[in-house]
């Protein structure tokens, strides 16, 4: 059983389109995350949430925008894709915020 | 706000070579410490945690001890191998997140 399921893996896509990325975590956290990698491996938190609630949203562009529809799942839907949002973004899920995250496999998204 | 700072990388050993991968933070608090590894590919696992000074977190050979009195996490493991190759991030619980380091390559050649 996969503990962190994000789906898809892989997301080609034209500028301008609009798109969104399913988490699925089965693993009964309250906390949920998103963190974007950029092409450095740099990892940036992006949005928290704790138990369907938003607790961090980091200076994200408003076309990023985040659905919980229950404490299992968080998904992120993106407005007016651009260049610059090719990355890989990765759902994460812990008990409590300060304790261990466990990752989902990642997202590559691509834009052209 | 709180930080990590990790040692640049590529790292290049050869098999069964000693490894350190060095890790500080910065905290106003006391944080918990984690090194997670990412194989090509692959999203992030957790390799081992400590969460108070002086705790020695281990994993697959892989050990870290929580120095508060060097503000230190580092990673070591006495004979790495080629599947050891991978990206390591050190990271600290801040009150809402994990922080993350830049990340290390580690590429062990036989």
């Known amino acids: 059983d996969t503990a962190v399921s994000q789906t898809p893996k892989y997301l080609v896509t034209q500028m301008g389109n609009d798109k969104s990325i399913k988490c699925e975590q089965n693993l009964g956290h309250d906390t949920m995350y998103w963190y974007k990698q950029d092409s450095k491996k740099f990892l940036k938190i992006m949005f928290s949430y704790n138990n369907k609630e938003l607790i961090i949203n980091e200076t994200v562009p408003n076309r990023f925008s985040p659905k919980s529809p229950d404490k299992a799942h968080l998904n992120l839907h993106i407005n007016s894709l651009e260049l610059g949002d090719s990355a890989v973004y990765f759902c994460?899920?812990?008990?409590?915020?300060?304790?261990?995250?466990?990752f989902g496999q990642g997202t590559r998204l691509t834009v052209v | 706000g709180d930080s990590v700072t990790q040692m640049e990388g590529p790292v290049t050993l050869s098999e069964e070579a000693f490894l350190t991968i060095n890790c500080t933070y910065t905290a106003t608090g006391y944080p918990s410490l984690f090194w997670y590894v990412q194989y090509p590919g692959e999203g992030l696992q957790l390799l081992l945690k400590?969460?108070?000074?002086?705790d020695k977190g281990s994993n697959k050979g892989f050990e870290a001890t929580y120095r508060k009195e060097t503000t230190s996490f580092h990673l070591e493991k006495g004979s790495v191998q080629v599947s050891d190759s991978a990206v390591y991030f050190c990271a600290l619980s801040d009150t809402d997140k994990l922080i993350f380091g830049t990340g290390t390559r580690l590429q062990v050649f036989p």
């Open positions: 994460a899920s812990s008990y409590q915020a300060d304790t261990e995250a466990f």
């Open positions: 400590a969460t108070k000074a002086d």
